[in-house]
């Protein structure tokens, strides 16, 4: 039996399903290697898994259980693209930046899929995606979303759908249109945590669970991670600990802000129910983006309340039931099975944050919900940089993420009051 998450609240339906999930053994002693990893997630894995495969000595620690975060409790939707549409990011930084970020998440795309065919993951892929509007007036915009993202970026899978269309394939009259994304999918996420650190620890990367980093030190070109049970000593050093990090390593942590998302299952509901029957993701254009999906065994996975501070909500069934009842009228009364959260990592523009923060320190993280396929490729990116290549590595290095406003102190309430005059105006 998989023992319920010591960092994150509630209980997962992905832990009660992901079958066995191995335990690494804690830190013990000082260790050398070329590369270390902090941090657990799917950036750090997959770092770990190339590495280690490329012939690279490496190390990684996590200071609970791999996938305790956000990697092994999210909403598991692919998605397209980067975090903000296309075309947004054409508008601000031309279309030849804007085209290969938009290439390089269709790598990472790929690269996720492949990946898992290629070692024997069963991910529970379930094609299809639909993004959806919940006020009318944006449903003009999904419109000429589809069509720029056709003629401008060659991407041909996402067509818009109508008011009856979205309908019917939701299952809920709730939202005005939208448009339907053939070309990605979704997973159970904890099951690819669990076979990318198999495939890392066959591969020759030692793995460390329970090991939590308490320092980092980069002089002399060494760098020096301590803990309570030993030190690791390496030529580089990988930071992966995104929402999690707290005050191991100041620079991300004055990029990257926690926020808590929260999901719940449902019992099965069984093969004639109107729910999402082309099996499909959902995602809506709330700023609190509301997201749910159709597990492989027909349960409704819905995600949606979001809780900006560290502090762990009260009865997360009652409240995403709620969130439920808006959607699905007839689910109003329905039994929440398992329900949980975990912190992702936000930044202020919603994009990725990848900077050396230190000498041969370089850390990764902030995906702002769109972490399922780039933090996993991001983890690849590291590994190619390490072996020389730091070109598509720069181009998530050159974005421009501001820190909080605020600093430590005020940060958070800074954030708490604007992300929640927006989760006001989805309501207006």
Known sequence: MNDPSPIAPGSSWYEATVGERPRYAPLAGDCRADVAIVGGGFTGLSAAAHLARAGVDVVLIEAHRFGDGASGRNGGQIGTGQRAWAEELEAELGLSRAKALFDLAEEAKAHLLDFAASHA???DYRPGQLSVAHKQRYVDNYRAHADVMATRFGYEHLTYMDADETARRVGSTRYFGGVRDTGTGHI????LVVGTARVASRAGARLHEHTQATGIDSTGGRVTITTANGTVTAEKCLVAVNAYGG??????????????????ATPPLGDDSPVIPGGEAVDDSRFVVRYFRRSADGRLLFGGREVYSTDDPNDIG????????????ALRDVEITHAWGGFVGITMPRKPFVREVMANVIAAGGYSGHGVMLSNYTGKLYAETVAGNRDRLRLLEELKVPPFPGGRRLRAPLLFLALNWYALRDRI
């Open 121 to 123: 993951i069963d991910i």
């Open 318 to 329: 009652a409240q995403i039931r709620r969130q439920i009842a808006e959607v699905y009228p």
């Open 247 to 264: 005050g191991l390593e100041p620079v991300s942590a004055a990029h990257v802000m926690p926020i808590g998302s929260f999901i719940g």
């Open 188 to 191: 159970h996420p904890l099951k």
